[in-house]
């Protein structure tokens, strides 16, 4: 704790700098699992050195961890005292600061709520320079506010986080499904039993799809198997699931996944982000070539391979969280429009409003609880030219506004200022800011745009070997390998952690 003082200490006096001058700053975590590409190179702050988890308490079932601590690392430190958290998002180097200041909503999420939901307090860098901690009942408006506002009220630098009794396996069942209509009436069904832990989806056509459940337990039945998803020998989370239910169409197939294998089942190929690597490199996709080159297929590398060849700017990578009453009218557009699939279907709970997670304005019959919302992913290859590109997003955030969802603010944003403001209670969050001294930073709106004309002249300054097929992936590669971000999946002590041998 004395070390993690002083270098907030350090991270205090950068930013009360910063704020004397009347500059506008930035946060430095070390690593990014958003899409949006950043605009500020200078004035900097950095939070990299931020990534321990100082306490793990057993009695009252939290942890005090710092931000920049990856979910993998998170995970080890609870599992050995037989805790996890509610919530857990299923990239291993996803931050824990990144869940409060992003929107994260996983499998777990239909009960629990976004990962914030999860959270008991958190120590903060005002803009100011002041050090705060804030919670549901110290300045709750501004723990609430903060939330999911992609670090326009401050620095996080500590959070308190709940946890739970941690189980040895995930009972895991994939139930088929035919059509979007289908999915929906599973999903309702079992959100509702109060039996189950964890619910997504993945539909891998309009006619073909799995509703996917999970329920915490110590004890595995003797006829259950154990599946892992962690060796490069395993197979991908997504593909086992659709073998799954081709081997089964009638009924459901249920089998036992160790509790973080569970947890980070779609590391390997990042959901099915992965295959489109082969299909760039026009390179053989079978289980030999996916275990060779398994170091490359785990998400961090894939983030950092996507960045540096600049092939973020021509991959459509969309969370859009939607009313289940347009959820199918939803698909059918995306499957007219961008014949994408996979999608990935995730129920959510709602944050309470004012919020700048995605929401929609509705509540359950008895007026007071929120109606859930379903979180589309829409992950894939879109147009080739530039244009076409924006114009299909363009299109995308149109529908959205027309079907009553919003989409997650990792990914690229095309919004005016005026559309991008018609979502969210402007007043309320400019208040909030000038209240907590923010205005020194970046707003929202700021952070998320898209600067297309800066795009193009920032294109246009690239080299050959950067812009054109297949230098420029070969380059992102390269810059991967770099990173040594391939290491700390080889290090991963969770992979050990719970279950038996199958």
């Known amino acids: 704790m004395e070390q993690h003082k002083q270098a907030v200490e350090g991270i205090a006096n950068s930013v009360r700098q910063y704020y004397e001058k009347g500059e506008k700053f930035r946060i430095f975590h070390g690593s990014t699992n958003s899409t949006r590409q950043s605009t500020l190179k200078r004035n900097l702050v950095d939070t990299s050195g931020l990534s321990n988890v100082l306490k793990v308490d057993i009695e009252a079932k939290t942890c005090l961890v710092e931000p920049n601590v990856p979910m993998d690392r998170l995970v080890e430190a609870t599992l050995k005292r037989g805790l996890v958290p509610p919530v857990v998002m299923e990239f291993p180097g996803i931050t824990v600061g990144g869940g409060y200041s992003g929107t994260s909503g996983e499998s777990s999420s239909f009960k629990h709520g976004f990962f914030d939901r999860t959270i008991n307090n958190v120590e903060m860098v005002l803009a100011s320079g002041e050090v705060v901690t804030i919670s549901p009942t110290e300045k709750a408006d501004l723990f609430h506010g903060a939330a999911g506002a992609v670090g326009t009220f401050g620095v996080t630098t500590l959070v308190e986080l709940q946890l739970q009794k941690a189980k040895r396996y995930v009972e895991t069942t994939y139930h088929p499904v035919y059509t979007m ?9 079992v959100t509702a039993d109060p039996e189950i832990d964890y619910v997504d989806g993945i539909m891998f056509s309009k006619t073909e799809g799995a509703i996917i459940t999970g329920r915490l337990t110590d004890e595995r039945k003797e006829d259950l198997p154990v599946q892992r998803f962690s060796a490069a020998r395993d197979p991908w989370f997504y593909m086992h699931v659709q073998d799954a239910i081709k081997k089964n169409s009638s009924g459901p197939t249920t089998e036992a996944i160790p509790l973080a294998e569970y947890l980070f089942r779609y590391d390997r190929g990042g959901f099915w982000v992965g295959a489109s690597a082969f299909k760039y490199f026009r390179f053989p996709f079978n289980r030999f070539t996916r275990w ?5 297929l785990h998400t961090r590398m894939m983030y950092t391979a996507l960045h540096a060849s600049g092939e973020s700017k021509r991959y459509v990578v969309q969370d859009l969280a939607l ?5 199918e009218k939803f698909v059918d557009y995306t499957d007219e429009t961008f014949g994408i699939y996979p999608l990935w279907l995730c129920p959510l709970k709602q944050s309470p409003y004012n919020t700048m997670h995605p929401h929609y304005d509705a509540t359950e019959p008895d007026g007071k609880t929120l109606q859930p919302m379903l979180n589309i992913g829409l992950w894939g290859f879109g147009p080739k030219n530039h244009e076409e590109f924006v114009k299909k997003n363009r299109d995308l ?12 603010l990792y990914a690229h944003t095309y919004y005016t200022e005026g559309e991008f403001w018609e979502q969210f209670d402007r007043p309320w969050y400019e208040k909030l800011r000038a209240k907590y001294d923010a205005t020194s930073l970046p707003s929202v709106y700021d952070k998320v745009k898209v600067d297309i004309d800066a795009e193009k002249k920032a294109e246009a300054g690239k080299s050959f070997f950067h ?4 230098f420029n992936g070969f380059y992102g590669i390269a810059k991967a390998i770099r990173s040594r971000t391939y290491i700390a999946s080889r290090k991963s002590s969770w992979k050990s952690i719970g279950g038996d041998d199958p």
């Open 181 to 189: 209509a289908e999915a929906i009436q599973k999903l309702h069904e």
């Open 292 to 296: 060779f080159l398994d170091d490359f």
């Open 323 to 327: 009313p289940y009453s347009t959820a």
């Open 397 to 408: 955030e149109q529908k959205l506004k027309e079907l009553g969802g919003m989409k997650w």
């Open 467 to 470: 812009t054109t097929w297949p």
